[in-house]
């Protein structure tokens, strides 16, 4: 009797233990290509290159949007990681929460993997989300959030994003929650009034993603008409 007793007891604090154990593992969770991001061995001097590279790109589009008619232009993940692991925490770290660090990016066919580490108290783990962007209408970028996740818990996607959309309207960008049928869709509005030549107003047309390759497009217009709206879906890739 004494036997079963201490069977049941070793069992009731066992079970407990093991969840509390795999709760504990999936927080810790980190994806595979987020791991591969971090374990990255190129030296740095290449990395650095490819934050270059990422900003070359970056004024070419700036230019193109200023001065031609037509524009597009194309981001690897390879100069978007670059960047993030070089320039952003040296240079611009004020762009991100104190307790958010070490963003990465992977670009798949049609959505953008994402993920970062994040710190709260004394837990550390990493957040990741998947991602799928198209252009909704003139200067209106889509973000469909297909999936949010703390290791390997989802997570409400307004937990994770709420506070940022607030601090960047504050800030003076213009960013708004929709649904379109399936997903919470994050509605970035990019200023549609400014026209370089004090005519035509440079449009965002296009944001495709393929296998580690980001391409951006657009064009000068006069007006908006015939631009699709939110309840389109977006493109089949």
Known sequence: MNRKRWVITVGFVAVPALFV?????????????????LADGAPRDVRREQAKVFVQTTLQLVDGIRNEDRWSHEFTEDAVNGWLAEDLPLKYSELLPPEVTSPRVKFEKGTLLLAFQLRHGMWKGVVSGKVRPWVTGPNQLALEIQSARIGLM????????????????????????????????????????????????????????????????????????????????????
């Open 21 to 37: 154990a795999a709760f504990s593992l999936s927080l810790k969770f980190q994806p595979s290509f987020y791991q591969t991001a």
């Open 154 to 237: 989802p997570v409400p996607v307004d937990e994770i994003f709420g506070d940022f959309v607030k601090e960047m309207n504050n800030a003076g960008w213009r960013i708004e929650w929709k649904n379109n049928g399936r997903q919470d869709v994050l509605v970035v509005i990019l200023d549609g009034n400014y026209s370089p030549d004090g005519g035509r107003r440079p449009v965002l047309e296009a944001v495709s993603l393929e296998s580690g390759l980001l391409r951006i497009s657009g064009r000068r217009m006069a007006d908006a008409a015939g631009a699709p709206r939110l309840a389109d879906k977006p493109p089949v890739q």
